[in-house]
């Protein structure tokens, strides 16, 4: 499920801050599930889907600075996309990726 995307940065802040707070599995990411708007987007929610049926994504195009500043004083990094489960930062495309390749995947977004 995709959520609507604030504008302005305030907004976009409290945002970040609420969706991760109310959903087990959060990916912030360019465009939608349905239509990612760049390969690292679209290999975050690959890899997501294979291990966790219900997730909350946000597109982040509208507003992209905005949430790259919001993103990054949440989790210190600077990229997007952004995975998050139960509240902590996982990483990027590439830390799913490695957790992947490592057989626990699954149980990092087993929130």
Same mark, same amino acid.
């Given at each position: 499920?995709?959520?609507?995307?604030?504008?302005?940065?305030?907004?976009?802040?409290?945002?970040?801050?609420?969706?991760?707070?109310?959903?087990?599995?959060?990916?912030?990411?360019?465009?939608?599930?349905? @239509?990612?708007?760049?390969?690292?987007?679209?290999?975050?929610?690959?890899?997501? @889907?294979?291990?966790?049926?219900?997730?909350?994504?946000?597109?982040?195009?509208?507003?992209?600075?905005?949430? @790259?500043?919001?993103?990054?004083?949440?989790?210190?990094?600077?990229?997007?996309?952004?995975?998050?489960?139960?509240?902590?930062?996982?990483?990027?495309?590439?830390?799913?990726?490695?957790?992947?390749?490592?057989?626990?995947?699954?149980?990092?977004?087993?929130?």
């Amino acid at each position: 499920m995709s959520t609507e995307t604030p504008t302005d940065a305030e907004t976009v802040t409290e945002h970040v801050e609420g969706v991760i707070e109310a959903n087990d599995v959060v990916l912030f990411m360019k465009g939608t599930p349905q @239509r990612p708007q760049c390969g690292f987007s679209q290999r975050a929610v690959g890899l997501i @889907r294979a291990h966790c049926e219900d997730f909350e994504t946000v597109d982040v195009l509208d507003s992209l600075p905005e949430y @790259r500043a919001a993103l990054e004083a949440q989790s210190g990094w600077e990229t997007i996309p952004q995975t998050y489960v139960d509240g902590e930062f996982v990483g990027g495309s590439d830390i799913l990726a490695e957790h992947e390749q490592r057989g626990d995947l699954a149980e990092t977004l087993a929130p």
